[in-house]
């Protein structure tokens, strides 16, 4: 099945008319209840201001996928890689998905994707800026690259359109790291995010899950060992093919996608 995980991605205004203040509050919220909506878009808003102002950004990160089965089954397919960009036109990541071993290189002008369980890789020509090759890889091809709002350089726009309904739930802890934990919702998904305490935002873990699927699937990432700037390690973003591999057409390499290829996509219900 092919699951319909749409990044939810706007309310900017910071602050309520006192009209529309004195109607909410004779619906019955309370004013610590619209604190909490403010204090959640300010803290979203401070994490994508804080990535944005970053140069230079590497992490970790262990991903979880759910798909849904005929049978109404959830199955959680489990991978692990690591990202690190230089804007504004410089990406590499990895995935391991034990049916996978991919790497994907970006200089600005070409995207490489190396399978290294095949020793195959593929390019396409993408010239343009770290967001334009998120446009294209989820468009045209169908395959969003990893946290990909989350590295936009306006992810709080793509994050918080649609929303309908916010809830501050308050502190947690991921990683050890205490978080702030923020719940919105959209028509189509709810997504979860916590962001780290300080005065460096960076997200912890991100989830979504989707409202139109049985079951309610859903795409989770949780991240480690970020870093910015001068602690980022210096990288080259050009492929070098020291494995010696084979250039094979985009359509001819395996693992690229989310799902292993002896799983049979279907119709969506």
């Given amino acids: 099945m092919k699951l319909d995980l749409r990044k939810p991605v706007n309310f900017s205004g910071r602050s309520i008319p006192v009209l529309t203040l004195s109607l909410v509050l004779g619906l019955g919220l309370s004013t610590s209840a619209i604190a909490d909506e403010l204090f959640a878009k300010q803290r979203v808003q401070a994490m994508s201001e804080y990535l944005a102002a970053q140069d230079a950004i590497s992490f970790s990160y262990d991903a979880s996928l759910d798909v849904v089965t005929p049978e109404n089954q959830k199955l959680a397919l489990a991978s692990s890689g690591a990202v690190a960009l230089k804007r504004p036109d410089k990406l590499q990541a990895t995935r391991s998905a034990g049916f996978a071993d991919v790497a994907m290189l970006f200089d600005g002008k070409t995207l490489t994707i190396l399978s290294k369980n ?28 990893p946290a990909a709002d989350l590295l936009l350089s306006n992810s709080y726009d793509v994050l918080m359109e649609g929303v309908e309904d916010i809830k501050d739930l308050g502190s947690g802890v991921i990683g050890g790291v205490e978080c702030d934990s923020l719940a919105f919702r959209s028509k189509e998904v709810d997504w979860q995010i916590w962001i780290a305490h300080g005065d460096k935002p960076y997200p912890c873990r991100y989830v979504i899950t989707s409202k139109s699927v049985p079951n309610g699937p859903s795409y989770s990432i949780q991240f480690s060992n970020w870093k910015t700037g001068k602690a980022v390690a210096k990288s080259s973003f050009e492929f070098k093919n020291a494995s010696k591999a084979s250039k094979v057409d985009f359509k001819d390499i395996e693992g690229a996608g989310d799902l292993p290829d002896h799983f049979v996509t279907g119709e969506s219900k």
């Fill in 118 to 145: 095949q020793n195959k890789y593929t390019q396409v020509d993408i010239p343009g800026s770290i967001a334009h090759l998120v446009d294209v890889m989820r468009d045209k091809h169908g395959r969003p690259l």
